[in-house]
């Protein structure tokens, strides 16, 4: 009750600044289920579907941009008069807390696998990196991974990076054998699979490359009013929301 009066009285606060101010833009990359744009040009996915309960809740207008690749993305959040007010999804890395507060609550848990061709099933294994030498492995530039696969990466002692600027080629380059695997996103990609055709195509090794908490971002050069209590408030919704079941309910929603 006392979480609800506190909302309630937020809502009063900052209600004539919101008659007066523009919508609040939340950026991120196209990547299924977490946000892409269907066929009627809408941007949809769980990261919108929680976005939008979050911000109804809040009686706040929003705007959502995809932009094509990660690198874009975080070239522009480091502006001096960024064009974003939140960024969608993010793991917690130094780098970027240098531009974008996160929020307190995580909304989604990824893994990360390596994914391979389905004849390649049983060809590699991985428990260490070092089971990898010799192999090419796509990698796209803005995404973590794990500081030791950049490293040995960048190295290339053990093994070859091909690296790319956007996510959305990558399997294909694997299916057509430019590379050996691919790190990705383990949820999305199966998701992704399925909706397009490629399930028997492809496996993933079973051990994740990395599997941590993820995490919406604001970023701190936003002009936008009052962003702080914004932020105190959606980590009390999303508590909520994990609290009543209407956070489960969504990403069930997308086989989560």
Not at 13 to 37: K, M, T, Y
Not at 109 to 126: A, G, V
Not at 148 to 153: A, P, R, V
Request: aromatic content about 14%; overall charge negative; charged content about 30%.
């Amino acid at each position: 009750m006392r979480k609800r009066l506190h909302i309630e009285f937020f809502l009063l606060s900052v209600c004539i600044l919101r008659l007066f101010s523009r919508d609040l833009i939340i950026a991120g990359i196209p990547e299924q289920p977490n946000r892409w744009i269907d066929e009627s040009g809408e941007v949809v996915g769980l990261d919108i579907d929680i976005i939008t309960y979050i911000m109804n809740e809040m009686d706040i207008p929003f705007k959502v941009i995809l932009e094509e690749s990660s690198a874009r993305l975080s070239s522009l959040w480091k502006l001096q008069n960024p064009p974003y007010d939140m960024v969608f999804t993010y793991s917690i890395k130094s780098e970027r807390q240098a531009y974008l507060y996160y929020a307190h609550e995580s909304h989604i848990t990824f893994s990360w696998n390596f994914f391979i061709r389905k004849e390649d099933e049983n060809k590699y294994k991985y428990e260490y990196f070092n089971d990898l030498k010799g192999l090419r492995i796509g990698a796209t530039t803005g995404f973590s991974y794990t500081d030791e696969f950049w490293e040995i990466g960048k190295r290339g002692d053990i093994f070859e990076l091909d690296i790319c600027v956007t996510n959305e080629s990558q399997i294909k380059k694997l299916l057509m054998g430019r590379f050996d695997m691919v790190p990705l996103n383990t949820q999305a990609t199966l998701y992704d699979s399925l909706r397009n055709g490629f399930a028997d195509k492809i496996a993933y090794l079973p051990k994740p490359i990395k599997s941590k908490p993820y995490y919406n971002t604001f970023v701190k050069a936003s002009d936008y009013p009052d962003l702080d209590k914004i932020r105190e408030e959606y980590d009390i919704i999303l508590a909520r929301m994990k609290a009543d079941g209407t956070l489960e309910k969504i990403l069930s929603d997308y086989g989560m």
